[in-house]
């Protein structure tokens, strides 16, 4: 049976974000009536050869709109606690945070911790709903508000909101895409919580389906893959990390690729043509993929043509 949850009022709102994909809802409730009275983000992280902290892309936004910031190392513990407990919030709001949330920590604001996922859960529960969209060429997709519960992305469902998925886009493009309509959403619906109240609505558990995080073994393209997976998996990895193959013994990003044919009499992995300002096609399983953008190791991404005018590609040469 659903649970219905009534409010009056939405005056306190704590956010918990970290990467960039959290900076549109953030800043969506900085110029609302839901402006955030604390923002919690990850600790800064030591980058590059120096190791010179770095900013999380929240706090950075934070510090725009004169937000309050708090960086714990343990978001779970009793000087947390005691920091969202002296606010009062209404409820606490989370966009990719990156870490549990403990039970006493769930249950410091009267309407809990609700979560922005995108995906339509149960579908994609986990680290990389966004990647593996792309990754399983998938035409729909969305974003669902759920209230957090102890289980990974299993709280039962507040809202949920279905778009299609523009098939042209990589990672990149498409993060950008969905975090714009997550923010809207949940701007919507908070104002609709505020308004009306909630009702929760179990998931299926049955029907969930779980994501992994992206090991440095996945970025490798099988060419014996069949076409619809090499392209998910170029979509799904660019332009960071990149899906990659190997060229006379260097590492070839592969940002950008279209299927080209759904047949070929080539070994997996052969270049079976070089196009003229267009890139170079690789046979594959059940077809051919035409490659139009890549990164050479030690290289900025470029046109495959561009690529191919100082790499000298060879009919019939083998990747990988």
């Known amino acids: 049976m659903a649970k219905t949850y009534k409010t009056n009022q939405l005056n306190k709102v704590v956010f918990l974000g970290t990467p960039q994909f959290a900076v549109n809802s953030l800043e969506k409730l900085a110029e609302s009536k839901f402006k955030p009275c604390l923002v919690i983000t990850r600790p800064d992280k030591p980058k590059g050869r120096k190791q010179i902290l770095q900013p999380t892309p929240v706090k950075i936004s934070s510090n725009k709109y004169g937000l309050p910031i708090y960086q714990p190392s343990n978001i779970n513990s009793e000087e947390v606690l005691e920091k969202i407990r002296v606010l009062s919030p209404d409820i606490i709001v989370t966009v990719a945070y990156g870490g549990f949330l403990g039970k006493k920590l769930r249950k410091l604001a009267p309407l809990g911790c609700i979560n922005l996922h995108p995906s339509l859960l149960p579908k994609f529960r986990g680290a990389s709903p966004l990647q593996s969209t792309l990754f399983h060429n998938e ?87 069949h076409w619809k997976q090499i392209i998910g998996k170029i979509k799904g990895l660019s332009e960071n990390p990149g899906a990659r193959t190997m060229r006379e013994g260097k590492i070839m990003q592969i940002i950008r690729a279209e299927k080209y044919s759904d047949k070929s009499s080539k070994e997996p992995g052969t270049i079976t043509q070089v196009i003229k300002n267009k890139g170079f096609v690789v046979a594959c399983n059940g077809g051919e993929v035409l490659v139009t953008q890549v990164k050479p190791e030690g290289k900025k991404v470029m046109s495959a043509h561009a690529y191919n005018l100082g790499a000298k590609l060879n009919i019939n040469e083998k990747l990988g």
Do not use: C, R
């Open 139 to 225: 035409t729909v997709s969305g974003i669902t508000i759920f209230k957090i519960v102890a289980s990974m992305d299993a709280g039962p469902i507040i809202n949920q909101l279905t778009f299609d998925v523009p098939q042209e886009m990589n990672f990149t493009e498409y993060s950008e895409y969905v975090a714009e309509i997550g923010a809207n959403f949940l701007l919507e619906t908070l104002y609709q919580i505020e308004q009306e109240g909630f009702e929760l609505k179990p998931q299926n558990h049955i029907q969930a389906t779980f994501t992994e995080k992206v090991e440095k073994d996945f970025l490798i393209i099988d060419w014996n893959s």
